[in-house]
């Protein structure tokens, strides 16, 4: 469909596990590649259960949003590949902040050299999302 950079919040047909089939959602782009593919964090209106998550609000896209009547969560620990045609469309793009914060907290297989954030004395961090 499209060019898209780190940090597009895109719509996408992911599955959230084996269990189920894909289904339309928001993803935000979190590498991408020369052939067209990308690596994007989905993005859930529900807190994860077992694993962390970030949550996500109006106040952190720079540009569009999503219609959140609630927080939503982006899944930090599952990142997908994707191919630039599967994307239905393009909701906005989150802020460098927010980027950076999804930055340090996903694992560092699929990043190729995206920049992690370390942790600075003094800044304020999120709060991190997990049900029990």
């Known amino acids: ?37 990308i690596h994007v964090c989905p993005v859930s209106s529900k807190a994860p259960a077992g694993a962390p998550g970030l949550p996500l609000t109006i106040d ?7 219609d959140l009547f609630s927080e939503s969560y ?22 460098k902040e927010y980027l950076a914060e999804i930055a340090g907290r996903v694992p560092d297989g699929p990043l190729h050299g995206m920049q ?3 942790k600075t004395p003094g800044r304020s961090t999120r ?3 997990s049900r029990d």
């Open 60 to 66: 952190d896209f720079a540009s569009g949003g999503l």
């Open 74 to 95: 982006v899944m930090t620990s599952r990142v997908i590949t994707l191919r630039s045609g599967q994307v239905i469309g393009k909701k906005g793009r989150v802020t």
């Open 1 to 37: 469909m499209g060019q898209y950079l780190r940090g597009d919040v895109l719509l996408a047909p992911v599955a959230l596990d084996d269990r189920t089939g894909p289904k339309i959602r928001p993803v935000v782009v979190i590498t991408t590649r020369s052939d067209g593919t």
């Open 127 to 129: 709060r991190e999302s």
């Open 116 to 118: 992690k954030n370390p």
